[in-house]
């Protein structure tokens, strides 16, 4: 995070008095400034937020042409529903700023953090000689007071972000009296963590003099990231004739983390299932001409367990401990006679092979589906959205 002072020595002649205060500005990657002279103990600190990565195919790191494999689409419908396909742009942020002090890599305490909320793209603050280290997430825009996720900063070293559980059960398709929890799927936010910022007496830590500002500058490299990740989800119906006419509309899939670090992106080691919703387009075209009906949705999530985030690990394939952890989609049809069937779909190797989010294809010819008898037991749907108490129950998730 330390850089390099260039400049003319006519601006060194200018800035002799003794270094005690300072201006810094972030600007664009991030950046510092200090505008002389420099007289007081602490000076204010001008921060201009860094640039968001907010490009879906960036996120995703996929080599594959993703809008040539997602048949399903996203019209305005699927918007009003659930939001615009890829990644959304925030508002306002929470900082938690560290002072450290003399010395790089001390550790933080209550005493010496400095919690707020900033609304636009900057913010202007105090700041001491020494080192700093500075964590920022996005806040979610949520006016409906909707939101589900969860950052929990009681503790200063480590800030972590969870997600709730909805009112809903699913009840296991083999053992119907067995019923797993179900966890709302996180909204998209941001963090970034830069560290050891180091605030200088000395005019060669810094890298040039601004001469529209009027102050010295120093760049620091850090970018807000994605911590959860988009999956866009279909399942392709070949062959169906109009035996199956619809969908409940729930979804869910197995083995996703329950929680991230907002410091780091790494992902708990706890699983849970994430419920989403679904809705079935009828008609629609392959990549290779072939007229299908496709069930389609958007899953957000923070991705799967013990697990780097994209701008640490580089790559889409899975590398974490919990490769063990099977994902499974469940989703359920609705037939031409009346009934519906929940039906389970292995995804654990498209999972794993673009673990920070991608598309999910599961293709079924619709002639191979039984489609159950009218009062048949075993037929219905496994979810179970309207539960409201639902404390008591055991939740049956492989650990």
Request: net charge negative.
């Amino acid at each position: 995070m330390r850089s390099t002072l260039s400049t003319a020595g006519a601006r060194l002649s200018a800035l002799r008095s003794p270094l005690s205060a300072l201006l810094v500005a972030l600007i664009a990657t991030a950046t510092s400034c200090i505008k002389p002279p420099l007289i007081l103990p602490s000076e204010e600190v001008i921060i201009e937020m860094p640039i968001i990565v907010s490009d879906i195919e960036v996120v995703w790191n996929i080599d594959t042409d993703w809008q040539r494999e997602w048949i399903y689409g996203w019209d305005e419908t699927d918007e009003r529903l659930w939001g615009p396909i890829g990644y959304t742009m925030p508002s306002n942020y929470e900082v938690r700023r560290y002072y450290i002090g003399a010395e790089p890599g001390g550790k933080h305490t209550e005493q010496n953090t400095d919690a707020f909320t900033i609304f636009g793209t900057s913010f202007r603050r105090n700041y001491q000689f020494g080192y700093y280290d500075m964590l920022i997430w996005s806040n979610i825009d949520s006016p409906d007071g909707t939101q589900v996720l969860v950052v929990n900063d009681s503790r200063v070293d480590e800030v972590t972000a969870t997600t709730t559980a909805t009112r809903g059960l699913s009840r296991d398709p083999e053992n119907r009296e067995q019923v797993t929890g179900l966890f709302n799927q996180p909204e998209i936010f941001y963090s970034t963590y830069p560290c050891d910022i180091f605030i200088s007496h000395n005019f060669e830590d810094y890298d040039y003099f601004d001469e529209v500002d009027q102050c010295w500058v120093k760049h620091l490299k850090s970018e807000l990231q994605p911590l959860v990740y988009i999956y866009l989800v279909q399942i392709v119906l070949h062959n169906n004739d109009g035996r199956i006419t619809g969908t409940s509309g729930d979804a869910a899939v197995s083995a996703f983390a329950a929680s991230t670090s907002v410091n780091s992106g790494h992902t708990g080691n706890d699983p849970c299932m994430v419920y989403y919703g679904s809705r079935l387009k009828h008609n629609l075209s392959t990549p290779d001409g072939e007229t299908v009906d496709v069930i389609g949705g958007k899953l957000t999530t923070f991705g799967l367990c013990d697990m780097d985030p994209y701008w640490v690990d580089g790559r889409a394939q899975y590398n974490g401990s919990r490769a063990d952890l099977p994902n499974y989609l469940y989703f359920t049809l609705q037939f031409s006679n009346g009934t519906s069937k929940t039906l389970t779909a292995t995804i654990t190797e498209q999972c794993q092979s673009q673990c920070h989010g991608g598309v999910i294809t599961v293709n079924l010819d619709c002639r191979d589906i039984e489609v159950p008898d009218p009062g048949d037991s075993g037929s219905g749907n496994m979810f179970v959205p309207t539960i409201e108490d639902y404390e008591d129950v055991i939740y049956d998730i492989p650990m």
